[in-house]
């Protein structure tokens, strides 16, 4: 999921942006707790892009500070569910507190069945820059080796990814294992995003064949 659309969501009601970020991860709690539900295994969210911090300080830090929040507010909910918590991107590199509520939560969380993974920090272009320098370290470098670097390595492939608010664009995401994924743009603004248009989103998928370069 690219979940665009707060900033758009919160101008079409003379709103703060720091007011669509809020209702933005009201949107993700109702997705992460439908998902079970839908009998997804996994779900990818691209909540902070490496580029993201070209973005104003003020909003960068109402960001983090929802970041925060939600990581205590809803690691009891994660941990009742069932939903172990992955994170991608140099996270690392955030500030020193998030880190270790991160680790944390990947910690406790980490017999989940059901896999919610955020994107923190993430650039598609910079993960399989460092996967081909890893891989160039143990010898030939191919399509297997990569993968076998990538911040996904461990996940299931990416088989559907979704983007909100009309755009339609991957803007650095998930570059490399969207190769023979099937795309969904929808018009919904990402707080307005629903179970519901999950389930719209999945409806279309089960209507594709997918040939994965064959005939």
Same mark, same amino acid.
């Given at each position: ?24 991860? @009201? ?5 992460? #707790? ?16 490496? @580029? ?10 109402? /960001? ?39 680790? =944390?939560?990947?910690?406790? %969380?980490?017999?989940?069945?059901? %896999? ?21 370290? @143990?010898?030939?470098? %191919?399509? @297997?080796?990569?993968?076998?670097? /990538?911040?996904?390595?461990? /996940?299931?492939?990416? =088989?559907?990814?979704?983007? !909100?608010?009309?755009?339609? #664009? ?15 743009? !929808? ?6 995003? %629903?179970?519901?248009?999950? =389930? ?16």
């Amino acid at each position: 999921m690219i979940m665009d659309g707060n900033g758009r969501w919160a101008k079409r009601r003379h709103l703060p942006r720091a007011v669509g970020h809020q209702r933005g991860v @009201e949107s993700v709690r109702r997705l992460v #707790r439908a998902v079970r539900g839908m009998g997804l295994e996994c779900l990818t969210l691209y909540a902070f892009s490496s @580029e993201n911090w070209k973005r104003p300080q003020d909003e960068i830090s109402d /960001l983090m500070g929802l970041l925060r929040r939600f990581i205590k507010g809803d690691l009891p909910e994660f941990i009742a569910n069932g939903v172990r918590l992955k994170i991608i991107g140099d996270y690392k590199a955030l500030e020193p507190d998030i880190v270790h509520m991160l680790d =944390d939560a990947i910690e406790r %969380t980490r017999n989940g069945s059901v %896999t919610l993974v955020v994107a923190l920090n993430y650039g598609a272009q910079q993960e399989i820059a460092r996967a081909a320098q890893l891989a160039a370290q @143990e010898g030939p470098v %191919t399509v @297997e080796s990569i993968s076998r670097h /990538l911040d996904t390595a461990d /996940l299931p492939q990416l =088989d559907l990814l979704i983007r !909100t608010s009309g755009e339609v #664009r991957l803007s650095n995401f998930l570059l490399w294992q969207a190769a023979y994924a099937e795309m969904y743009f !929808t018009d919904v603004l990402w707080p307005d995003f %629903t179970p519901g248009h999950l =389930d719209e989103a999945l409806a279309a998928f089960a209507g594709r064949e997918r040939r994965f370069g064959g005939r």
